[in-house]
T-cell receptor, first 114, second 111 residues
Framework: GAGVSQTPSNKVTEKGKYVELRCDPI?????LYWYRQSLGQGPEFLIY????????DSGLPNDRFFAVRPEGSVSTLKIQRTERGDSAVYLC????????????FGPGTRLTVL | QKEVEQNSGPLSVPEGAIASLNCTYS??????FFWYRQYSGKSPELIMS????GDKEDGRFTAQLNKASQYVSLLIRDSQPSDSATYLC???FGGGFKTIFGAGTRLFVKA
């Protein structure tokens, strides 16, 4: 089937605006992850969902960031009052339930905050 | 603070040679270890996973894990110019599925 998809592929916004980034995982994958990646760095963990619940949100940098996965499939990462430092590529990954935890990444959303 | 360390490189090898990429991690409770390849402007792509001490081979790739030394490596045999990319080491920690990535090693394979 299809891989992980993310929309939009690019998002340009102004400082202080609200943005939503969407992730559609591989069908049947119960685990979903959000990361952000800055140039020259590895992906930085933000949050992990198992089903509908956020099992680990310790990577969210502050309360401006929030993510939901209401039906255990599609997830939305929400960023309020965006700041220029939020500019990065936001990556979503999913994995099948199980001990192996192999994650498959989507193409990412490049967020630019002007 | 759980950490995953990689030499940023660049590592340059001639075509046909063996490329050796290394990674160390800080948490002894780590359970799962992964190597991802990332081409410029693209998202990470899973190459190998390894969970127990020793070697795991898949085609031209061999992952090696030494939990006592908290060390994991990736060997690429018969390196090809198409292997030129950034290689990311990732470690998942015991008790959950949180995954920490290293900053990556840039590999250049010269034709």
């Amino acid at each position: 089937g299809a891989g992980v998809s993310q929309t939009p592929s690019n998002k340009v916004t102004e400082k202080g605006k609200y943005v939503e980034l969407r992730c559609d995982p591989i069908s049947g994958h119960t685990a979903l992850y959000w990361y952000r990646q800055s140039l020259g760095q590895g992906p930085e963990f933000l949050i992990y969902f198992q089903g509908t619940g956020a099992a680990d949100d310790s990577g969210l940098p502050n309360d401006r960031f929030f993510a939901v996965r209401p039906e255990g499939s599609v997830s939305t990462l929400k960023i309020q009052r965006t700041e220029r430092g939020d500019s990065a590529v936001y990556l979503c990954a999913s994995s099948a339930k199980g001990w192996d935890n192999e994650q498959f990444f989507g193409p990412g959303t490049r967020l630019t905050v002007l | 603070q759980k950490e995953v360390e990689q030499n940023s490189g660049p590592l340059s090898v001639p075509e046909g040679a063996i490329a050796s990429l290394n990674c160390t991690y800080s948490d002894r409770g780590s359970q799962s270890f992964f190597w991802y390849r990332q081409y410029s402007g693209k998202s990470p792509e899973l190459i190998m996973s390894i969970y127990s001490n020793g070697d795991k081979e898949d085609g031209r790739f061999t992952a090696q894990l030494n939990k006592a030394s908290q060390y994991v490596s990736l060997l690429i045999r018969d390196s090809q110019p198409s292997d030129s990319a950034t290689y990311l080491c990732a470690v998942s920690f015991g008790g959950g599925f949180k995954t920490i990535f290293g900053a990556g090693t840039r590999l250049f394979v010269k034709a």
